[in-house]
C-alpha cells in the first residue's frame, strides 16, 4: 500500500505536460518583458537621470522588498476594486505581470552592476573615434556587459519558470494547478507532487544546458 | 587686408591652438596657461615627470578631461560645451592609449570597422577592405580574425594605432604608447610611429623614449607641475637644456 504507485505516475506524466506550454508561456513572457523593462531602469540608474531615477530607486524596493505571491493577488484581486477597468484582467496576465514587475526589479540590479563594471577605458577608446554615447552603449559597453550578466539573469529566468507555479492561487491551470485537480482526485499526492517535482527539475536542467552553451560562446572572444 | 590674408593662410595650416588653458580638479591646479600652437604636419614630444599634466594636455585636445578656462582650436573649430561639437572635433583626431583599449568582444578587424560603419556610415565591405590595408600598413594584417586578448602587447598596440587611422583623422595623438610594453615589443610600435611621422601626419606623443623625440619630433616640450618649462627642437633640447628642472629629469632619464 505505501509503495510508489508508478503506473499512475507514468499516466501521469502526458495529463500534466498538456499544461507544460502554458507554463512555459507564461516564464517567456515574463523574461522577455522584465528584461527589456529591466533595462530601461538600469540605464535610468547608470545615467541617474532627474526625477527618473527615484521613482525607479523606488520601483526596485517595493518589488524586491515585498513577497511575490502578495503582489500577485494584489494585481488579480486587490487591483480591480481600485481600477474598475481592470476587472477583465485574467489569471494568466496577472500572473505575467507580476513576474515581470518582480523580476526586473531584481535583474535591474544586476544589469546596472554588469554596465558599471566595463571599465571607463572602453569609453574612453569609443568616444575617441568619435562614437556618440548611445552608440558607444549600443556596440561597446552593452554587449560587454551581457556577458557578465547572463549568468545572473539566467538564475532569475530559473527562478521565473519555478515562480510560475503561483499562478494557481489565482484559479489558472498551469502545471501546478494540473497536478493539484489530478491529486485531489486521485488522493495519491505524494505521486503527484513527486512527478511534477521532476518535471520542474527536468525543465530547469535543460535551461541549465542551454546556459553553459551560451556562455561559451559569449566567452568565445575571451579565450586564449 | 594683407594681414587679414596672412591670417587666414596661417589658420589654414594650424591644427592645433591653445590659448591659455586651465584646469583644477577640484583644489589641485592641473594645468596652468597652456599657450600651445601645433601647425600641421607637425611632430611634438612632449615629456615631464609623472603628474606633471602631460596626459591631460593631450586628453583635453579630444575633450576626454574638461578644460574650465581658457580656448582651444582643433583645426578651424573651437572647443565648446556643445556634444555635437566635441563628436566633430573627435572625428578629427585620433588617440593611441596607454593600455592600448581594444574592444575586447571584437576581432582585430571588427575593432578597427566599427567606427568606419556606425559612425561614418562606410558601407561594410568598404570599411573592412579599407581596414585591411591599415593592417597591412602596421604588419598585422595576418590576425585580423583573432580577438586582442590572443595578440601581444605590440600587437594589440600596432592594431590600436590601425583603428585611429581608419577614422583618417587629422591629428594623431599618443598617450604613452609604449609605457605599457615589454621592452622587446617597444620597437614594433615605434617603427609604426616613426612611418607615420615620415608620411606626415601630425602628432602630439607623451613619451619617455628620447630616442623616438630625437629621430622623429619638430619639438620637444617639457612640462612640470601643469605648466609647460621649456620647448625647443630636439638637437637644442637634448644638448643645452634651458632651465634646471628640465635639466634634472633629462639627468634622471638619460642617466642610466
Request: aromatic share 8%.
Amino acid at each position: 500500500m505505501s509503495v510508489l504507485n508508478v503506473d499512475y505516475m507514468m499516466g501521469l506524466v502526458p495529463i500534466l505536460l498538456r499544461y507544460l506550454p502554458l507554463t512555459l508561456a507564461m516564464a517567456v513572457a515574463g523574461m522577455v518583458l522584465a528584461l527589456v523593462l529591466a533595462c530601461g531602469l538600469a540605464v535610468i540608474r547608470v545615467l541617474r537621470i532627474p526625477g527618473l531615477n527615484g521613482a525607479t530607486l523606488l520601483f526596485i524596493s517595493f518589488f524586491r522588498g515585498t513577497p511575490l505571491l502578495v503582489q500577485l493577488f494584489l494585481f488579480y484581486y486587490g487591483l480591480p476594486q481600485l481600477l474598475a477597468f481592470l476587472t477583465q484582467i485574467g489569471g494568466i496576465t496577472a500572473t505575467i505581470m507580476g513576474l515581470t514587475l518582480h523580476f526586473s526589479a531584481y535583474m535591474a540590479e544586476s544589469i546596472r552592476a554588469a554596465i558599471v563594471g566595463v571599465d571607463r577605458s572602453q569609453t574612453e577608446a569609443a568616444l575617441s573615434i568619435g562614437m556618440t554615447n548611445g552608440q558607444l552603449m549600443r556596440r561597446i559597453v552593452l554587449p560587454q556587459a551581457t556577458r557578465v550578466a547572463v549568468p545572473t539573469l539566467m538564475n532569475y529566468f530559473i527562478d521565473m519558470i519555478k515562480a510560475t507555479s503561483l499562478a494557481f492561487t489565482l484559479g489558472v491551470t498551469e502545471l501546478m494547478g494540473a497536478t493539484q485537480k489530478e491529486a485531489s482526485g486521485s488522493f495519491l499526492y505524494f505521486e503527484a507532487f513527486i512527478t511534477v517535482a521532476i518535471i520542474y527539475w527536468l525543465i530547469v536542467e535543460g535551461l541549465a544546458w542551454f546556459q553553459r552553451r551560451l556562455e561559451t560562446r559569449l566567452n568565445e572572444a575571451y579565450r586564449r | 587686408m594683407n594681414e587679414q590674408a596672412t591670417t587666414a593662410a596661417s589658420n589654414t595650416s594650424r591644427m592645433i591652438e591653445m590659448r591659455g588653458l586651465n584646469k583644477w580638479y577640484g583644489d589641485f591646479h592641473v594645468l596652468r596657461d597652456i599657450y600651445l600652437e601645433v601647425e600641421r604636419g607637425e611632430r611634438i614630444v612632449i615629456c615631464g615627470p609623472s603628474g606633471s599634466g602631460k596626459s591631460t594636455l593631450i586628453r583635453c585636445i579630444n575633450h576626454l578631461e574638461e578644460f574650465q578656462k581658457g580656448d582651444l582650436t582643433v583645426g578651424r573649430l573651437p572647443m565648446t560645451r556643445d556634444i555635437k561639437r566635441i563628436e566633430q572635433i573627435r572625428r578629427q583626431v585620433g588617440m593611441v592609449f596607454q593600455h592600448f583599449n581594444l574592444f575586447p568582444h571584437l576581432t582585430v578587424l571588427e575593432n578597427c570597422c566599427i567606427s568606419p560603419i556606425w559612425v561614418q556610415k562606410k558601407p561594410r565591405q568598404e570599411a573592412e577592405a579599407q581596414a585591411m590595408q591599415y593592417l597591412e600598413r602596421v604588419q598585422i594584417a595576418e590576425q585580423a580574425l583573432k580577438y586582442p586578448g590572443q595578440l601581444s602587447g605590440g600587437q594589440q598596440q600596432r592594431v590600436a594605432i590601425a583603428r585611429s587611422l581608419c577614422m583618417h583623422p587629422d591629428v594623431m595623438l599618443f598617450d604613452e604608447p609604449t609605457s605599457a610594453l615589454d621592452p622587446e615589443m617597444i620597437k614594433e610600435v615605434l617603427d609604426v610611429m616613426v612611418e607615420l611621422a615620415h608620411e606626415g601626419m601630425t602628432m602630439l606623443c607623451v613619451t619617455h623614449e628620447m630616442g623616438f623625440a630625437k629621430t622623429v619630433a619638430d619639438r620637444v616640450i617639457f612640462m612640470d607641475q601643469g605648466q609647460i618649462i621649456e620647448e625647443n627642437a630636439p638637437d637644442r633640447f637634448f644638448s643645452d637644456p634651458q632651465s634646471e628642472r628640465t635639466q634634472l629629469f633629462l639627468s634622471q632619464i638619460l642617466g642610466h
